[in-house]
């Protein structure tokens, strides 16, 4: 059950539209938002060892590299609505953050 399963220490909210047709979602003054709260596995492979020596001290990579991807995440999120978040959209999604993160990083 997904309500069940225990989730991160700690919850981040990102805020982004609401579902198409909700009350405030055309835009204009008193525009409604959705808060949604998202596991999302960070993967990445280093492929110059010497560079990512260099990058930062070893145990500041992570803190880092995570602090990088949640921004990235954060800022496509706001543009998707809860349905594509939520519902069949997110494989599209997902594979369009990904390819964002592979052109900032």
Do not use: C
């Amino acid at each position: 059950m997904l309500w069940t399963n225990e989730h991160a220490t700690e919850e981040v909210f990102s805020i982004v539209q609401p579902p198409a047709g909700a009350p405030g979602s055309a835009g204009g003054e008193g525009r409604d938002l959705a808060l949604v709260s998202a596991e999302v596995p960070l993967r990445y492979v280093i492929k110059d060892a010497a560079k990512y020596d260099r990058f930062a001290p070893p145990d500041e990579r992570d803190k880092i590299l995570t602090a990088v991807a949640q921004r990235m995440l954060i800022r496509d999120m706001a543009t998707l609505s809860v349905d594509q978040i939520l519902g069949d959209g997110r494989q599209v999604a997902g594979r369009h953050g990904a390819a964002a993160a592979e052109q900032d990083v």
